[in-house]
């Protein structure tokens, strides 16, 4: 009996040591910082972690993730800082319909009167606030403020504003509508291709025989894939992590040249890396399932 005491005190401790871990994470990634130009018209407007982008034109900007619904008054004050005008965001998007990237949006619509464009499957799960995610669907940790996209992205679609084109790519996987941009920045007489890259990690995921998502393995083997393709010079992502954002933004304070988010090395290092972690849990997986 005691021994089941104890066991049951162990699991209780456990259990709340990964709760606590979880929103600690949270805020963690969602300290403010300052914001910066990463290169060209590109611009760092998000907290610490959890990411956001400006890119500016004479027509308008376009904003990229809102962070979570308590980033939006940092972005407000960051893009103030720059010295634009939220008002003057035109467009709004998101790399993938997940509750610390998208759960400003709502509140961001409402101070920009942009438009708010998604892929199908990201749609979806915006407009219910997050209850149709395969996997955190119905936890009300994971859901947001519900959010209705004004126009819905095709894989390959160019979106233009003011002289900027980005180009839209679908990587599905972490979500079933996680999306991908490229762009083009000049400096210093330099032309140089961003890409901002959507999450693409695997998460607790199982890839065999998953009823709520079962092309996930094809979707996720395409979209790593299309990472490979994509010729980036500076690398952009959802969590500052996974490029170093902290490191490099010290780095570039700090005067250095060239510009430390030149790194096309760095990207296909990360490509090749998250590849692999796919590939070796989807082997165990079938393994485990003979
Ligand atoms: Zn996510």
Redesign the pocket.
């Known amino acids: 009996m005691n021994k089941l005491v104890l066991l049951f005190a162990l699991i209780l401790t456990f259990s709340f040591a990964v709760f606590a871990q979880k929103f600690d994470g949270d805020r963690k990634m969602n300290q403010p910082v300052e914001p910066f130009k990463i290169i060209g018209n590109v611009y760092y407007v998000g907290a610490s972690d959890v990411t956001s982008y400006l890119i500016t034109t004479p027509q308008g900007h376009i904003l990229i993730d809102s962070g979570f619904e308590e980033t939006v008054p940092q972005i407000k004050a960051n893009v103030a800082k720059l010295g634009f005008k939220l008002e003057d965001v035109k467009i709004l998007l998101i790399n993938?319909a997940?509750y610390?990237?998208c759960g400003g949006l709502a509140e961001l619509k409402k101070l920009t009167g942009a438009r708010l464009y998604a892929s199908p499957p990201d749609a979806s799960v915006l407009e219910d606030g997050g209850a149709s995610d395969f996997r955190f669907g119905g936890d009300r940790a994971f859901s947001f403020t519900p959010v209705k996209p004004d126009e819905i992205l095709k894989d390959g679609q160019e979106i233009k504003l003011g002289g900027a084109t980005l180009k839209t790519y679908f990587t599905f996987g972490?979500t079933k509508g996680a999306t991908s941009w490229t762009t083009e920045a000049a400096e210093n007489g330099g032309k140089y291709k961003v890409a901002i890259i959507s999450?693409v990690t695997t998460l607790d995921y199982s890839f065999v025989d998953n009823p709520k998502y079962p092309q996930i393995a094809e979707d996720f083997t395409k979209t790593y894939q299309t990472l490979k393709n994509i010729k980036a010079d500076v690398f952009l992502s959802s969590h500052g992590g996974f490029f170093d954002l902290t490191e490099k933004a010290q780095k570039l304070r700090a005067g250095a040249k060239p510009n430390p988010f030149i790194d096309p090395n760095g990207y296909r290092q990360f490509v090749a890396r998250v590849t692999k972690q796919f590939e070796d849990k989807l082997k165990a997986e079938k393994a485990g399932k003979k």
């Open positions: 993938h997940h610390d990237h972490h999450s």
